[in-house]
């Protein structure tokens, strides 16, 4: 065991000495270090994808969180009902960046807040009459929207309302399609399911459904990028750079018709493996299109990305790709030796949902800094062996952390940056420790592509060098 090993691993030692006998058993398994065997081998014992244990602060979100606020929820030209009680709906509104274009209440409806607002009477006698008389409503009132989903909240679950046979009736009433998603937030022990649950209700009522007018050799969908500060579209200007047709992008500044004819893709290219693997592996099973991930974060792992995108095409679109890596190369290396003297050296560490734990490190590093711990509210193991190899000897990796997991590590790593989310933040404000979130990009981005990693740079920079951290103290 290397010094650093050990280091941390006397560090999670005395973490855990804080909790009563049977956590401490339970939250063990929750953390791994990196070590030069793992990190070579990308085995990952770390427990992961299981409840948490009840009492301990977690920063995990709900299957209804999972579907309608990840998945669904920026398809922007249909409405997505919250069907329940008013504050699921109510809380989640807008709270996610995913940026669609169009004009409001014709073509994109993503800013609107729709609820069945169930009542007590709902509950007792059934709210399947009430989300019959939504939906037409919905159709009056949006005549041009092109589909509807009925996302679950959990009393609907729990007092067994019939929302697959008000969808049928509905989508024969109305001529749009009206899709029943059962992910009530008691479902599965994160947003992960939800997740898992919308992929399969797009595979179920819009997978192949609709034609592609023109094939062509470079077809593309980009599934699972969220359009977060406008992400997708970052993205989608280098794929089309290279010749690409991007003819579908799942979900940020989606449509349902690109849901529908994504079975007519040449290659699906996937950018958040955790929320929507199911529907690359479904594609592939069903009609044989090839997937593959890829990473747009930071410009070392773009410009790989780019390469192992153009290596699935021809020449032509090769050369292309070497053509664009070599016109921002200069514009990249600039960026690196304006900001990376400023943040060299410096240690970071993460704790974000299921992807971007290990898909920002590149970026991180690209600028010289150091990230000391990361890890995920709700990734799988498949994600924790992805993340190994990114990881360096003595990395600590967690799963699901407490907030007490992560604020002792912060403060005895004595790190210069966290990135976590919005329940963080004001805490690390607090502490003094520079903050940035890392799901909303703190109303910043773009930061895929090369466009987005000038923002990030620059963001990055501005947070730890920021005058104010050394104008107050933290009075403990
Ligand atoms: Fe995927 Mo916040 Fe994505 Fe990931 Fe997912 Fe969520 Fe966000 Fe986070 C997400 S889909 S909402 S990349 S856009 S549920 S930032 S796993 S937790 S890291």
């Avoid at 004001?426 to 940035?436: A, E, S």
């Avoid at 923002?455 to 104010?468: E, G, H, L, Q």
């Amino acid at each position: 065991m290397s010094t650093k090993v050990e280091e941390s691993q006397a560090l999670i030692d005395e973490l855990l000495e804080v909790y009563p006998e049977k956590t401490k058993k339970f939250r063990k398994k929750h953390f791994q270090i990196a070590d030069e065997e793992t990190i070579e081998s990308g085995k990952c014992s770390i427990k992961s994808n299981i409840k948490s244990r009840p009492g301990v602060m977690t920063i995990r979100g709900c299957a209804y969180a999972g579907s309608k606020g990840v998945v669904w929820g920026p398809i922007k030209d249909m409405i997505h009902i919250s069907h329940g009680p008013v504050g699921c709906g109510q809380y989640s509104w807008g709270t996610r960046r995913n940026y669609a274009n169009g004009k409001l209440g014709i073509n994109n409806f993503t800013a609107m807040q729709i609820t069945s607002d169930f009542q007590e009477r709902d509950i007792v006698f059934g709210g399947d009459k009430k989300l019959e008389a939504l939906c037409r409503e919905v159709k009056e009132m949006f005549p041009l929207a092109k589909g509807i989903s009925i996302q679950s909240e959990c009393p609907v679950g729990l007092i067994g309302d019939d929302i697959e046979a008000v969808g049928k009736k509905m989508t024969n009433e109305l001529g749009i399609p009206v899709i029943p998603v059962r992910c009530e937030g008691f479902r599965g022990v994160s947003q992960s399911l939800g997740h898992h649950i919308a992929n399969d209700t797009i595979r179920d009522h819009v997978m192949g459904t609709r034609e592609l007018a023109e094939s062509g050799p470079y077809d593309v969908a980009i599934i699972g990028d969220y359009n977060i500060g406008g992400d997708a579209w970052a993205s989608r200007i280098l794929l089309e750079e290279i010749g690409l047709r991007v003819i579908a992008q799942w979900s940020g500044d989606g449509s349902i018709n690109e849901l529908g004819i994504t079975h007519k893709s040449k290659l699906n290219l996937i950018h958040c493996y955790r929320s929507m693997n199911y529907m690359a592996t479904t594609l592939e099973e069903k009609y044989g299109i090839p997937w593959m991930e890829y990473n747009f974060f930071g410009p070392t792992k773009t410009i790989e990305s780019l390469r192992a995108i153009a290596a699935h095409f021809d020449e032509t679109i090769q050369e292309n790709a070497e053509r664009v890596i070599a016109k921002y190369q200069l514009e990249m290396d600039e960026i690196i030796q304006k900001y990376r003297p400023r943040l060299e050296g410096k240690k970071v560490m993460l704790i974000i949902g299921g992807l971007r734990a290990r898909h920002t490190i590149g970026a991180y590093e690209d600028l010289g800094m150091k990230i000391v711990a990361t890890g995920y509210e709700f990734a799988h193991k498949d994600d924790y062996e992805k993340t190994l190899s990114e990881l360096h000897d003595g990395t600590i990796l967690y799963d699901d952390p407490t907030a007490y997991d992560i604020e002792f590590l912060s403060d005895k790593l004595d790190i210069d940056l966290m990135g976590a989310g919005v329940k963080e933040k004001y805490v690390y404000h607090k502490l003094g420790i520079p903050f940035r979130q890392m799901h909303s990009w703190d109303y910043s981005g773009p930061y895929h592509g090369f466009d987005g990693f000038k923002v990030f740079a620059k963001d990055m920079d501005t947070a730890i060098n920021s005058p104010v951290w050394d104008l107050l103290a933290a009075p403990y």
